[in-house]
């Protein structure tokens, strides 16, 4: 079989935009729906926290992180029938031991840093979960990591230019920026 | 010196290999994720799935989750190898330009 150079470089060109159609499909398969659910999540949670009083956030909070987990969860479980992985099982406990120890090191850091109000216990909270899916990201080789850096920009700047607003600052950009983010891995990416 | 493959050359089936080959060793994708991530018709990606199958690049596990019929498709150790040696073959023609 005999082709011409022009011929072998289109076909190494196929290759190519098909690896990375591939490798960007199954990174961003289930990172844009966790995006938009959590962007939700925090969208209504954190202006209901910046507005109205304590009963009644906690149980927007529950609601609506109980909703957006059993979504994630579903949704989660369709996508990942796309692909299915050989050492899954692995893979999962990989999983399960890295945020079980990143709970127990964020319980750690919060009782010896000792925060004095709402705002530094979320913004901690915040800082430790992005810290745990670029983490996650690293560790199952996603390239879908690189929005966590953004969304921490946006509560570091909230949290010190913006503190009486921190709450509704982190529902409308910090949500938003989620939103946004997912939907552009989704459509754009 | 390593040889084009004809088989995988075709230009849908030279993107199915690429598909796969990009997944791990031993995984699977689904038969309609590889359909729309191709662009491609049931009965055309069907019909170069069987070519590949039949050369042994390929394996097709027929499936039911939840009750429901699911095609998965994975390159075999064969199939990834005589991909390489295509890849190298087209590098080797470039660099010989």
Excluded: C
Aim: proline letters at 2%.
């Amino acid at each position: 079989m005999n082709i011409s150079p022009s011929e072998a470089e289109e076909a190494l060109a196929a290759i190519q935009t098909m690896t990375q159609k591939t490798r960007h499909s199954i990174a961003s398969g289930s990172a844009h729906i966790s995006l938009i659910i959590t962007g939700a999540v925090w969208l209504i949670g954190f202006t209901a926290t910046q507005f109205l009083t304590a009963p009644l956030i906690v149980w927007i909070w529950v609601v609506t992180s109980v909703v957006g987990s059993a979504l994630a969860t579903y949704m989660g479980i369709r996508v990942g029938r796309r692909v299915r992985i050989a050492s899954s099982s692995v893979t999962g406990k990989r999983i399960g031991i890295f945020w079980a120890l990143l709970i127990l090191f964020a319980a750690a850091i919060i009782a010896v840093a000792h925060p004095t109000d709402g705002k530094q216990i979320t913004l901690l909270i915040i800082l430790l979960a992005m810290i745990g899916q670029m983490g996650m990201g690293l560790l199952l080789s996603f390239s879908a990591t690189w929005w966590t850096v953004p969304v921490a920009a946006v509560a570091l700047v909230g949290y010190f230019l913006a503190p009486d607003w921190f709450y509704l600052w982190m529902g409308l950009l910090g949500g938003g920026t989620m939103i946004i983010l997912g939907l552009y891995i989704r459509f754009r990416w | 010196m390593a040889e084009l493959n004809e088989i995988i050359h075709q230009p849908v089936r030279l993107r199915i290999m690429s598909t796969l080959v990009t997944l791990e060793q031993n995984d699977e994708v689904d038969f309609i994720y590889l359909r729309d991530l191709l662009d491609v018709t049931d009965g055309n990606l069907g019909a170069h799935l069987r070519k590949l199958e039949e050369a042994g690049y390929i394996t097709v596990n027929k499936t039911f989750v939840e009750r429901k019929p699911r095609t998965y498709v994975s390159a075999t150790a064969e199939g990834r190898r005589v991909f390489q040696e295509h890849v190298a073959a087209l590098e080797s023609i470039l660099k010989s330009k």
